[in-house]
């Protein structure tokens, strides 16, 4: 285990890396997608080996202050003393597999249950869920025994991640959702919009309904030019930021 | 594209068409009728060849010194070098097209896009949406090649301003919805309350029930008595803003 | 047409009358019953002939000041040059056809709207709902020609309150719903819980089950026992004015 | 009954104990679990013979000078004068049959009356739920004659406790729901997990589609290690209390 530091936030790069990672949290939190339970992780852009998240806390809480370095086996490198996330094996394993991807979630939507314990497959139905245009998302159903379904180890992240694969989205059975994305504002957005792509699916389902999906090509596209591009996704920034602001006052 | 000149908000009448622009896009952020994305517009009472339309922000975030003076080919001829919405190209070519109207909507609300992907008739099953006198309103799904399902050209507006014909409801499969009013308070009116009828139809035809629709004489008449008469729309303009003023201190 | 005279807030009786009708406009939009439509009244407590309702405004912006003394024939006794709501004869006629009771609930709650269209008998499911005792309510269907769907004539609230008969709910076709209570608070607490017993039913209806309904011995009551007694209702109310504090400091 | 005293806050134990109480009730009502009605009770760790509970008073409005000491016999012991809960005959029998749990809930949410009334078996559908490994809840439906469905006499509440046995989830047809746990933080994630699981339950039957449910096994193993472990337990109580705050300033 690599020798403990204090985090410094001196560094532009870093000390704006864990901003984005404490906006992150709080966005999530006042946007209804996650509640005590779940966490987001941003790969270090200075050293790709570690990755930020907040210590066992909910998103709503997070501040600059709770925001540890981890390293890729799930060894926390900062803050020694300070309890991490159980499941920060989720995050260690699937950034320590995907070189692709930078920002990875774990959460527990309501829609996101559904689809994951009916096998329903969770399609691109709107621009906006564009990011699904890899198919039906693999469905993890390999929990450990006496883990409570829970990730709590780098055996199960590990095999968390060789179920997601080359995949953005994953499902667990009965527990939630893993996204990935190559950067935290794109994560962000990506989550945002796949309970919202997954609600309507659902609502047009409940109709007896089968729904016009997007083809590949067209979510591919609607994914780069509606949604990741920065004009779309800096106004969602904005958008999510200013509307956290009206309830957390104290997000500068 | 005309000379640009800063937009000048001593002239009363231009100055209440830009605030009158700012509340709409308030209350619609406030309402939950858009989110980061979609925009509102509305013709220049002094120039029917130009119109006023937020630049590229969120509507939340909205504030007079947003506003920009568009033409109805898509330029800016005010506030040079400040971002326009990539899908100004919709309104430009629906205020070209529609001389009976002044005021354009894009948005993307849950229960639109769950008809636009059923193919499900979208009709009048309360009074409060009896502007959806004319039937089935239009699906537009000729989508130009590489725009991810967004509307960035003076061709595509011009061919979601075909489609939408003599409507006042247009529906984008997979992405949202256009509506088209005489001006800002009627149009606010109609997308809200088309929110509101389409889930009270959703959930109707959930239960397996066609529901009563009422006929066009009768939605057209509601249309004209019970939502776009200034007895009922003053009052629900007031509700709004004062709603708005709720959440958001900075209105007036 | 009585002689036009200022509401006297000096007398107790009539003060604290007008204060109860101010309050339920607060409840009912903090609640999210009403919007900007929709209006409640109240018998005065001094002149059985004459009720206490708002001018022309939303229930979220109603203040003492607001309220207007209007007769049985829907002409406004105080006040005069304030406008009224074009719909208070539906109020007028069903308090002098109703001595047995001094409240009025007109609004649009979206269940309701469902039920009145698909012509499901809306049924007590639920110990709250109990005031739906009698059986399935009438729905009005018999709209004046020219008027919208509105009720805006004495001869058409003539008709609403002949349809309504000696029941409690009345539906109204495509448009919403009216409520008699014998007081204020019960009236406020029985429009609440017709929206959360009817979501109920609904539900329960969605899953393609017929849910088990209570008898109408059990439900009247239920009504008696735990809504309009005392114990609960105060409860109700004091729950209610502190929730709606909450949002809207300006009550005491 | 027992001589009646004032609550003495000062000894830590019994403070400490009534402060859980007013958050559970606080919690709850901010969650939107309990409105006006329902209520929370502690066995008083000091007194196994007695429990904490408000006065009658809704969740949202109860500081420590609502908190009632009762004896199991539905006796009020401290605040003579101030009324109980007609309902108190609910904790005061479950926690006389059960001396193996020290915390009961009684509420009305939504999805609860649901089950109860189509009699389909709430079953765990994700690892939050897990607290549903028992099996099928018990549904009560033994109400009294004259009592409105309300449990208002010892002989019912010891019918009600009789009916639950060694449950930890109850039924109350067409009324609400019980539930018992270890200690108040255990009890309130199973109330707002309990509206968690019920909802995606009902939700992927409304899809005609039976979902894949937690094993016994799988279910009791999660409720352990992922909702009544300290490390998630204390970190959903926290979360609990920070956006409680946001609404409600006077939490210290």
Same mark, same amino acid.
């Given at each position: ?39 987001? @992780? ?43 996330? /159980? ?65 709590? @180890? ?19 059975? /009965? ?32 109709? /007896? ?20 591009? #920065? ?17 957390? #006052?104290?997000?500068?």
């Amino acid at each position: 285990m690599p020798k403990k530091r204090k985090i410094d936030v001196t560094s532009t790069i870093r000390g704006q890396a864990i901003m984005e990672v404490v906006m992150a949290n709080r966005i999530l939190a006042n946007e209804g997608i996650l509640d005590a339970l779940g966490h987001v @992780s941003l790969r270090n852009p200075e050293n790709p080996a570690t990755f930020f998240q907040a210590r066992s806390l909910s998103p709503l809480e997070v501040t600059k202050d709770d925001i540890l370095e981890i390293d890729l086996d799930g060894n926390v490198v900062t803050n020694a003393g300070v309890k991490p996330y /159980g499941e920060r094996f989720i995050h260690a394993s699937i950034l320590r597999a995907r070189a692709d991807i930078s920002a990875v979630f774990h959460g527990h939507p309501l829609p996101f249950i559904i689809f994951s314990v009916t096998g329903i497959p969770i399609r691109p139905v709107t621009h906006v869920g564009g990011f699904l245009y890899q198919g039906m998302p693999p469905i993890y159903d390999d929990y450990e025994a006496g883990d409570g379904m829970l990730i709590r @180890s780098r055996n199960e992240g590990d095999r968390i991640a060789h179920n997601l694969g080359h995949y953005r989205v994953q499902l667990l059975r /009965g527990h939630g959702c893993n996204i990935v994305a190559e950067n935290i504002r794109a994560l962000v957005a990506s989550a945002i919009y796949l309970n919202f792509n997954a609600t309507i699916q659902l609502q047009a389902l409940q109709l /007896g309904k089968e729904p016009t999906y997007l083809t590949a090509e067209q979510a591919r596209e609607a994914m780069e030019v509606a949604l990741f591009d #920065p004009l779309p996704l800096d106004r969602m920034w904005s958008y999510w930021i200013a509307k956290a602001r009206m309830n957390m #006052p104290d997000i500068g």
